[in-house]
């Protein structure tokens, strides 16, 4: 079985302060997607990355920056100089491939971000 | 990546009855994924639809309880039948294959059952 742990519940700092989300997923596959998505107030979710397991590379997109690490089963997710936009609760997802396919994605808890102006 | 229409965009309805919640999506997909958030709770897998097939449940959820439909490439629905206050929540539906898997997600139904 698969499972995905976001220790964090809520994390509360103040505006432009650095911020890191963490994420440790348990699979027993070679082949997986691991996800992170946002969920705003409002309540939609909002994709933010996919990175599969042979992709390694981490990746920064504006403030936003993804380290994944095979040998720690980790893929934590860095907002640099946060926003009062960014409060929202973040979502660190976790999908195996079979032959058929993709499977549907095992979500962690996610960790409710609020950014203090 | 696909685009999701998901309706209706919020419920409230009866103890005992039934609700449809419906999903289009913009493009052909292999498959749809259909998940539960209860209120405050994470995303939970309730079962994968492919055209074709039978759905497939995951453990917790029944056919009788939650039927889906899945008559072609781009429309699901998902039915929560015999609906108990217990059954009040967001449910979402989730499309992709290939380079645009896991992209996308209705907009979702809240249910509310009174």
């Known amino acids: 079985a698969q499972k995905v742990t976001q220790a964090q519940t809520e994390i509360s700092v103040v505006e432009k302060e650095d911020v890191t989300l963490d994420c440790v997923y348990e699979t027993r596959d070679t082949t997986y997607y691991l996800f992170w998505y946002k969920q705003p107030p409002s309540g939609e979710l909002v994709f933010l990355i996919r990175?599969?397991?042979?992709?390694?590379q981490n990746e920064i997109s504006g403030r936003y920056s993804w380290n994944f690490q095979k040998s720690t089963s980790s893929f934590n997710f860095t907002i640099t100089a946060s926003q009062v936009v960014d409060s929202a609760v973040y979502f660190c997802a976790l999908s195996q491939y079979s032959g058929g396919g993709a499977d549907g994605l095992t979500f962690g808890k996610g960790t409710h971000l609020i950014i203090q102006p | 990546s696909a685009v999701i229409s998901q309706k209706p965009s919020r419920d409230i309805c009866q103890r005992g009855t039934s609700l449809t919640i419906q999903c289009q999506v913009d493009?052909?997909?292999?498959?749809m994924f259909w998940y539960r958030q209860q209120p405050g709770q994470s995303l939970t897998l309730i079962a994968t639809?492919?055209?074709?097939?039978?759905?497939?449940?995951e453990s917790g959820f029944v056919i009788d309880k939650f039927p889906i439909s899945r008559p072609n490439l781009t429309f699901s629905t998902l039915t929560v039948s015999n609906m108990s206050p217990e059954d009040s929540s967001i449910y979402l539906c989730s499309a992709g294959q290939g380079r645009n898997y896991g992209y996308t997600f209705g907009s979702g139904t809240r249910l509310t059952v009174v």
């Open positions: 639809a492919n055209q074709g097939s039978e759905a497939t449940y």
């Open positions: 990175r599969n397991s042979f992709d390694e």
């Open positions: 493009s052909q997909v292999t498959m």
